[in-house]
């Protein structure tokens, strides 16, 4: 069986290279779950052959955010972007934790690599005002369905609400779209939420309009 090359590129949303990169968490996993580094022992030796020049090429003791990890650190104050790992033939999902300022998480990908073949993976790291975005409408949901108290959601609205720099009205309108969403599914149970999301949302404190 010959190996197959993954070649990994970290990249701002507006796909531009992360030049101030110092280090990162390389997460590489098999589609079923396993971690890179559970199944195939050689890879870090392999890396390490790669990059000689690189302080750092261990997987860390512990789990990072529930994933084991390739940490990735140059020498003498270097900067990169781009990590080429030989993996056996199979599914992967990649991402990685970036070191240089501000959001660190990029973006989760799927890749299929072929025997003795190369894949190419570009990950995007969101700002961190994006993510919270992101990440709003589902956390409002959940806390509603767990039925946590109505100030402590509105508390964690306004705190992700000022982080995304989303105004009140841009909320309340893509609230009144996933309403209407939920209406033509006819899925009274999920109106229920948004209705109560949008009441959480209409009373948060402050000015967020």
């Known amino acids: 069986m010959s190996y197959a090359k993954l070649n990994i590129w970290t990249r701002f949303l507006d796909c531009s290279l992360i030049t101030d990169q110092w280090r990162t968490d390389l997460v590489i996993k098999t589609c079923g779950g396993v971690a890179l580094v559970d199944m195939d022992s050689t890879?870090?030796?392999k890396l390490k052959a790669r990059y000689p020049d690189y302080t750092t090429v261990e997987v860390p003791d512990g789990l990072y955010l529930g994933e084991r990890r390739i940490k990735l650190v140059p020498g003498g104050g270097k900067r990169f972007w781009h990590v080429e790992v030989d993996v056996p033939p199979g599914?992967?999902?990649v991402w990685t934790r970036v070191c240089h300022c501000r959001n660190e998480e990029t973006n989760k990908v799927m890749v299929i690599v072929r025997c003795g073949e190369e894949a190419c993976v570009n990950l995007l790291l969101n700002t961190?005002?994006?993510?919270s975005e992101e990440v709003l409408h589902p956390l409002l949901r959940r806390g509603v369905e767990m039925g946590l108290p109505r100030g402590d959601l509105k508390m964690a609205a306004g705190v992700i609400m000022a982080v995304a720099g989303k105004p009140r009205k841009e909320l309340l309108v893509e609230l009144d779209q996933r309403l209407r969403e939920a209406e033509e599914r006819k899925d009274p149970g999920l109106q229920k939420v948004i209705g109560k999301?949008?009441?959480?949302?209409k009373?948060?404190?402050?000015k967020r309009d």
Not at 203 to 206: L, T
């Open 197 to 201: 999301i949008k009441e959480i949302v």
């Open 203 to 206: 009373d948060v404190p402050g």
């Open 91 to 93: 599914c992967y999902v």
């Open 128 to 131: 961190v005002e994006r993510c």
């Open 43 to 45: 890879v870090i030796e």
